[in-house]
C-alpha cells in the first residue's frame, strides 16, 4: 500500500526558510523510474508543480521558482525534503508531495497535504 | 511554459447528465492527465496517458484529444462527481496545471 504524508512547520515568518518533509511507505525511490514531486495549492486556486527528484538522484525544477528552491532524498529512499529560501505571503498555501510511477509523467499517489501559513 | 485553459471554469449539472470539460493547451502536448478533487482532500487521479482510466475510476469518466485540445467527459452525472477537475501536462518543463472547472451537482 502506497502512502505519502508531508510535514512541515505549520507557519513561519516572512523571510525565512521553510523546510519540508515526504515521508512516504509501500516503494522505494531507490525503484528505477520513481519519481517525488512537491505541489502546492493556495487557497481557492490551482495548482503549482514545484519540483521533482527521481530513483537516481536528478533534480527538477520549476523555473519560476529555482532560485529559491531545493529537493532532496534521504540515503534510505523512503522521505524527500524540499526548501523553500525567503519565503512570503505567496507561499502561503497547502503543499503535497506526490509520486509518479515508471515511466508516468502524472501523479498515482498524492499525500494529504500540509497547510504552510507564511505571516509576520 | 504550457499554459493549460480549462472551460468551463464552473458547470452544474443534473443527476444522469452527459458533462464534458474542455482543456486547451497553448502548445501542442503528448498525452493529457486528469484529476479530481473534492472540497478538503487531495486530488485523485482520474485519467492518464489521455485516455486511460485510472484504477478504480467509475467507467462513467473518459479521456479523449490530442496536440492542443483534450476533453474529459463523464456520462452520466452523478452526485458523488460534484468536484472540482485539473488538467495535467508534463510534455515540457515545467509541469502544469489547468485552472480547473468546478462541477456542481444541480
Known amino acids: 500500500q502506497v502512502t505519502l504524508k508531508e510535514s512541515g512547520p505549520g507557519m513561519l515568518q516572512p523571510s525565512k526558510t521553510l523546510s519540508l518533509t515526504c515521508s512516504f511507505s509501500?516503494?522505494?525511490?531507490?525503484?528505477?523510474?520513481?519519481?517525488v514531486s512537491w505541489i502546492r495549492q493556495p487557497s481557492g486556486k490551482s495548482l503549482e508543480w514545484l519540483a521533482a527528484i527521481d530513483w537516481d538522484g536528478d533534480k527538477y525544477y520549476n523555473p519560476s521558482l529555482k532560485s529559491r528552491l531545493t529537493v532532496s532524498k534521504d540515503t534510505s529512499n523512503t522521505q524527500v525534503f524540499l526548501k523553500i529560501t525567503s519565503v512570503d505571503i505567496a507561499d502561503t498555501a497547502t503543499y503535497y508531495c506526490?509520486?509518479?510511477?515508471?515511466?508516468?509523467?502524472?501523479?498515482?499517489?498524492w499525500g494529504q497535504g500540509v497547510m504552510v501559513t507564511v505571516s509576520s | 511554459e504550457i499554459v493549460l485553459t480549462q472551460s468551463p471554469t464552473t458547470t452544474a449539472a443534473s443527476p444522469g447528465e452527459k458533462v464534458t470539460i474542455t482543456c486547451l493547451a497553448s502548445?501542442?502536448?503528448?498525452?493529457m492527465y486528469w484529476y479530481q478533487q473534492k472540497s478538503g482532500a487531495s486530488p485523485k487521479l482520474l485519467i492518464y496517458?489521455?485516455?486511460s482510466l485510472a484504477s478504480g475510476v467509475p467507467d462513467r469518466f473518459s479521456g479523449s484529444g490530442s496536440g492542443t485540445s483534450y476533453s474529459l467527459t463523464i456520462n452520466t452525472m452523478e452526485a458523488e462527481d460534484a468536484a472540482t477537475y485539473y488538467c495535467?501536462?508534463?510534455?515540457?518543463?515545467?509541469?502544469?496545471f489547468g485552472s480547473g472547472t468546478k462541477l456542481e451537482i444541480k
Open positions: 495535467q501536462q508534463w510534455s515540457s518543463n515545467p509541469l502544469t
Open positions: 502548445s501542442s502536448v503528448s498525452n
Open positions: 509501500g516503494f522505494s525511490l531507490s525503484t528505477s523510474g520513481m519519481v
Open positions: 506526490a509520486r509518479s510511477p515508471y515511466g508516468g509523467y502524472y501523479f498515482d499517489y
Open positions: 496517458s489521455t485516455s
